[in-house]
Each structure stands twice: as C-alpha cells, then as structure tokens.
C-alpha cells in the first residue's frame, strides 16, 4: 500500500494513524511515487 510500520511504533498505533488524514502522509515510503490519501475503504479492500 505504499506505507511502512516504523520500528518504534506499535502496529495498533500505526493502523489507527496510517488511516487518518492528519498522520498518513509520515508513513508513505513510496518516495518514487507521487503521494495520494488511501481510503479505510481501500486498505479493507487489499486486506
């Protein structure tokens, strides 16, 4: 999905932020790629 859990983060904490529009940006390691806002939809829709 173009996002990355980092080492000091719980993937709790990091699945409730990656899908907020206010922290998502941070996690985007797609640097290559222009960046665009993942929908809950979305990440649902590839789990």
């Known amino acids: 999905m173009g996002f990355k859990c980092p080492e000091r983060k719980g993937v709790a904490d990091f699945l ?3 899908t907020s529009k206010k922290d998502h940006m941070q996690y985007w390691t797609h640097r290559n790629e222009r960046y ?10 590839a789990f």
């Open 16 to 18: 409730k932020e990656v």
């Open 36 to 45: 665009r806002f993942i929908t809950v939809k979305e990440f649902t829709e």
